[in-house]
């Protein structure tokens, strides 16, 4: 692996569960991989898992981590191509991005989109960028797109949940990812994500509902079901992925605050005794009522706790391959 960037940098995805499941059942296992080796954990905008689970992952294969947090520390950076920069922007990535390539084995970035124009979000400017100029692998910590970490993550964590149950010769498991309220627009990343992901997978039958309006870029949703019919869609599933994101067709907006389609328990109450996904933050009341969050059908933390093992099996695949 070079990049780990989305589902189509992943060869046998099959293998990267089990090498994270592996690393989980025995966390110190490579921990001379990385040793003598440094990875730079970029961040242009918040998070709290995401960079304590890739620190954590790293060290346990012996790398160094460093955080950098670019929004409040660095210089403000430019990425277009050929900017006069007599604006706010400090230092161009193409000459910042290099130097992180002397720093650093691995470079980890996070950045969000803007949610203003939809071309530019998803065009992966800033990403790409910084793939094109540090001349090392880059790992994204969430992108203006694309949350690869946490999908990989929320397939292990089914993955290790079906492993837990009876199975039943011929069945697949379905799973809904449903849309909830927020006060803010969010962006579409963990949804297209996590509809990639799925696709990609192929072990299940993936309904996704939402209200009107709410559609997701096709590339990744195609081979999913999808319906406005949230009562109809929770009927027998096995999971339930609970996500807000904001309108991709007329880009970045609210057009629903319909309290209606918070998951609640009576509405799990159809499913096949599903277990509730969330990549968390979640606003509590809003998008998951309280009940469900607190009950047996929530898996959110163990979801959460398994970002270190799905990190720790990406760098340990991107150390490998760079041997
Ligand atoms: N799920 C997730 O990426 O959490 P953080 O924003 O806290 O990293």
């Known amino acids: 692996m070079k990049n780990f960037i989305s589902v189509h940098d992943v060869t046998d995805m099959d293998a990267l569960i089990k090498k994270a499941l592996a690393y989980k059942a025995n966390p110190y296992a490579d921990k001379s991989l990385g040793a003598n080796k440094r990875i730079g954990l970029l961040f242009l905008n918040p998070s709290m898992r995401t960079r304590l689970s890739t620190q954590i992952a790293a060290q346990n294969l012996g790398m160094e981590p460093i955080v950098f947090n670019v929004d409040k520390d660095g210089w403000a950076l430019e990425f277009e191509e050929e900017a006069i920069m007599s604006g706010n922007t400090v230092e161009h990535v193409k000459d910042a991005a290099p130097i992180m390539g002397k720093y650093f084995d691995i470079l980890c970035i996070r950045t969000f989109p803007s ?117 109809d869609a929770l009927k027998g599933a096995d999971f339930v992925y609970v996500k807000n994101w904001s309108t991709y067709k007329d880009y970045g907006k609210i057009y629903c605050y319909d309290a209606e389609w918070m998951l609640t328990m009576e509405k799990l109450k159809p499913t096949n005794n599903a277990k509730v996904m969330h990549c968390l933050p979640v606003r509590r009341n809003v998008e998951l009522s309280d009940e469900v969050l607190d009950s047996k059908s929530s898996i959110v933390t163990q979801q959460a706790g398994n970002r270190v093992w799905a990190a720790q099996a990406v760098i340990s695949e991107i150390l490998s391959s760079a041997k």
């Open 115 to 231: 949610l203003k124009n939809r071309e530019d979000d998803y065009s992966e400017l800033y990403i790409n960028q910084f793939i094109k100029y540090a001349g090392i692998p880059v790992i994204s910590l969430e992108s203006s797109t694309l949350h690869p970490l946490q999908s990989l993550t929320d397939i292990i964590t089914i993955n290790e949940e079906l492993a837990s149950r009876k199975p039943v010769v011929g069945s697949r498991p379905k799973i809904v990812l449903t849309w909830a309220p927020h006060v803010k627009p969010l962006p579409q990343c963990v949804a297209n994500s996590f509809s990639q992901w799925v696709n990609h997978w192929g072990k299940a039958d993936f309904v996704i509902t939402h209200p009107e309006d709410y559609e997701l870029d096709e590339r990744f949703t195609k081979g999913a079901t999808i319906t406005t019919d949230q009562e």
